[in-house]
């Protein structure tokens, strides 16, 4: 039997122990959880050994839950309850969701659309969480112990409410997010890693519902995306609905049964893959009890019906050739991801496109998890002298409404991120003490054409002639692409603030009830989970804080500063013990203010750092 | 911290730039600033990472592109480039502003809309290689006068900018 090792008091334990992440590709119709293994990234199987785990989630009457392939089978038997491609519902509203003919019964409430259920109507982050739940679960039982952090993979196409939205899918779920990483820049570590190749490459990545295309960088161990553009509502469900709609028409039917344009849609799926090794395929649907249609699609006709899908690809791509500042003939290779890339004529048109033989060799179903995977690893903090760098991009610009019902961009799509722009607005009437802030999301020049991001008011503002108060606004813009909007009067000082919660997203309250629910059901009591997480959170800072002073103290701070931050630690490292989770917070906060200065001249001094060597007298 | 975009990637202050010192120090910067080298820092590490991140990518985007860079270079002057009441125009400027949007008006109703765009790109692309060497001259001396000529080549880079994306946008909606 192996003893346990106790080490002296004082010594932290084992700085560098292996920390327990990984990541996740939530796909539309498949998703997959991977982590690296000594060294190596896997994804990691359930245990009938199947990696992918269909995205699809049934709800049953007496509240249980069936989720993945026995989910997809349940399908067409049980089309209400049974909800698969819940991604393209993400951070949408009721008139977005209600665009494609799917079978389900929307209800519109303040927040979110809700699905109606036989268990109850349920959001889009609800489902994704069951589904993020089963894949958590996995991995735990996987690698044998509590997930510390996870990456979570998005099209990176997704706008600032789809992005939220697959944030709070993970909070509910339980897991904590590293970062939220881009599809195709995931694709791209993967591969670039793999191969070890440089130079500007080219990602396209078509999906089940979604569609991204990212021109990249690839310089040691950097990955800089110069530009992105996709559609977050097209992918290989829109070739399965244009068959699925001709085999209607040629069957004389109409699309308004749940449980028919279910069976219509798994036949047009099976005959869309059969058509990737075949030049034609039988077809039969039952129509009715009793009654079936039988059909023939040759490829040729196939073709025809997904060319103009696949047009639709290629605009986009020649935008972010455009936007990137790159003609195709500088792009080395052009790598294919995401399964819709296994049809046929998809790489063909896409050959043709940029003139060269598109790189199909890699798995395309895994390869987005996998890149997840190593920057879970890095994240975690299991790499620490890894030079891997990602610097990505925001895909869609950013703005604020004006007089007119126009919209002034404040940043525009494809810049790097971290991002902070600031503008200066004026008010328009005499005496306005108040004024509305509408943050919008969009390339076009019109309210009603953009999305609408977030509203909120800054009052209380002194009455001023108009033109003469000078508010400014500010975006930041972080690494996970999410956007915090700040606006201050400047001659009063009247500020105002919001966390970007989404016109289309849940609210605080309701995933905190969430959570509550969950937590009954599973019989686990709140007050000691919370205990648990400001527990967690105490050691890290503990740790980051600790690791911080034996690197910079001795350079950057006086005996009486060190004394002053090594008592904040004491107070913390007591507090953790204690049974209170407010006290931990406490003490969480006071070593946090303790240690401003210190942090500040530490981020002075790597600047400096990553400079030396480079300096001014080189060139003088 | 006010170092000034130049002095942060420690670029001597000059519209001609070493293209591959000021990537390779963008990335060198980047590496020990960027939030995901703090995922495991306090809070407040967290914030100032994303803030060091966010300046010197502002500071990056803004030596990269050569109007920006010229403007960038009379904001340090004290010139105010971008604001709306900048009217420096002289009527030749202005000739050409109307030239070039008739042109382009024109190109719609050619015979071959797309092909008549592309002649008219590259023309646009020839005169702002003309204007940044131009800037650059202008610049080396940067005498009062000399600045001021720069002002003006910087209004007309603008423009041109504009109406390169206005022609893409047409070849967008042409496809």
Redesign the interface.
């Known amino acids: 039997m192996a003893l346990l090792q106790i080490s002296e008091p004082g010594e932290s334990t084992a700085p560098h122990q292996h920390r327990l992440a990984v990541g996740i590709d939530l796909g539309t119709t498949n998703s997959l959880v991977a982590t690296v293994k000594s060294g190596e990234a896997i994804t990691l199987a359930d245990a009938d050994d199947c990696h992918l785990l269909p995205s699809v989630v049934q709800y049953l009457k007496d509240n249980s839950i069936v989720v993945g392939s026995a989910a997809y089978q349940a399908a067409a038997t049980d089309p209400h309850n049974t909800i698969s491609s819940v991604k393209r519902f993400m951070g949408r509203g009721i008139e977005d969701v209600q665009r494609d003919p799917h079978g389900y019964e929307f209800i519109e409430t303040e927040s979110v659309p809700r699905i109606r259920t036989v268990a109850g109507d349920v959001s889009a982050v609800e489902v994704s969480a069951k589904i993020l739940a089963t894949l958590k679960q996995r991995a735990e039982k996987s690698l044998g112990g509590e997930l510390e952090g996870v990456v979570i993979t998005v099209p990176a196409y997704f706008d600032d409410a789809q992005r939220q939205a697959t944030k709070d899918s993970a909070r509910l779920a339980g897991l904590k997010v590293l970062r939220l990483l881009n599809e195709p820049t995931a694709a791209a570590v993967a591969y670039g890693l793999d191969t070890g190749c440089e130079g500007v490459h080219a990602i396209y990545d078509f999906g089940g519902g979604t569609f991204d295309v990212s021109i990249l960088r690839l310089n040691r161990g950097v990955f800089e995306v110069l530009a992105t553009a996709g559609d977050s509502a097209l992918g290989g469900d829109d070739m399965d609905r244009a068959i699925a709609t001709w085999m209607a028409s040629e069957a004389g039917v109409e699309l308004n049964d749940a449980y028919l344009l279910r069976r219509m849609m798994n036949e047009a799926r099976r005959a869309k893959e059969a058509l990737t090794a075949s030049s034609s395929v039988e077809l039969s649907v039952e129509l009715a009890e009793g009654q079936s249609w039988k059909g023939r699609l040759d490829i040729e006709q196939f073709n025809k019906l997904v060319d103009s899908l696949i047009k639709k690809t290629l605009i986009p791509c020649r935008r972010a050739m455009r936007d990137a500042g790159v003609s195709a003939d500088e792009i080395q290779e052009v790598v294919m991801v995401g399964g819709s890339t296994r049809v046929p004529r998809v790489r063909e048109k896409v050959g043709e496109f940029f003139a060269k033989p598109p790189l199909v060799d890699i798995d395309p179903d895994k390869v987005v998890a996998i890149g997840a995977a190593l920057q879970a690893d890095v994240l975690a903090g299991n790499k620490p002298d890894d030079e891997m760098l990602l610097l990505d991009v925001i895909p869609l610009s950013l703005g604020i409404e004006t007089m007119g019902g126009l919209v002034e961009k404040v940043i525009p799509r494809n810049t790097t991120i971290p991002v902070a722009r600031a503008q200066e607005f004026t008010t328009f009437k005499d005496g306005q003490t108040a004024m509305a802030v509408h943050v919008l999301q969009g390339e076009r020049e019109l309210v009603d054409d953009c999305r609408s991001l977030a509203r909120f008011e800054l009052r209380d503002m002194p009455p001023m002639v108009a033109g003469a108060a000078r508010i400014l606004v500010t975006f930041q813009v972080d690494a996970d692409g999410l956007l915090e909007v700040t606006a201050s009067e400047q001659t009063s000082g009247t500020e105002a603030s919001v966390q970007v919660k989404p016109s289309y997203g849940l609210e605080d309250n309701e995933i905190e009830r969430m959570l509550r629910e969950n937590f009954e059901h599973a019989k686990e009591d709140v007050e000691a989970r919370k205990l648990r997480e400001q527990q967690v959170e105490a050691d890290r800072v503990y740790e980051a804080i600790d690791a911080a002073l034996t690197e910079d103290a001795d350079a950057l701070l006086s005996d009486e500063e060190r004394a002053t931050i090594v008592t904040s630690l004491q107070t913390l490292k007591n507090a953790r013990d204690n049974e209170s989770a407010a006290k931990i917070k406490y003490a969480i906060d006071v070593a946090d203010k303790a240690t401003a200065e210190f942090a500040a001249k530490r981020m002075d001094a790597s600047i400096n750092k990553a400079l030396s060597g480079h300096t001014l007298d080189e060139f003088e | 911290?006010d170092r000034n975009h130049f002095?942060?990637?420690?670029?001597?202050i000059s519209f001609e730039i070493d293209k591959a010192?000021l990537s390779a120090?963008y990335?060198?910067?980047?590496?020990?600033?960027?939030?995901?080298k703090f995922?495991?820092?306090?809070?407040?590490?967290k914030r100032?990472?994303?803030?060091?991140?966010?300046?010197i990518?502002?500071a990056?985007?803004s030596l990269k592109d050569p109007l920006k860079r010229a403007q960038y270079l009379l904001s340090l002057k004290g010139i105010d480039v971008k604001s709306d009441s900048n009217t420096i125009m002289d009527t030749e400027f202005l000739m050409e502003q109307m030239e070039l949007r008739e042109a382009l008006d024109d190109i719609m109703d050619a015979s071959d809309p797309l092909a008549s765009l592309e002649v008219f790109a590259g023309d646009v692309e020839a005169r702002i290689k003309v204007l940044i060497s131009q800037l650059q001259a202008q610049f080396a001396e940067s005498s009062e006068d000399s600045l001021k000529q720069a002002e003006a080549a910087s209004l007309r880079l603008q423009f041109l900018y504009r109406l390169r994306e206005e022609a893409?946008d047409r070849e967008?909606a042409l496809?």
């Open positions: 911290m002095e942060l990637f420690a670029l001597p010192s120090r990335q060198d910067l980047q590496r020990s600033v960027h939030p995901d995922t495991n820092a306090t809070d407040r590490e100032l990472s994303m803030q060091q991140a966010s300046i990518n502002e990056y985007q893409e967008e496809l």
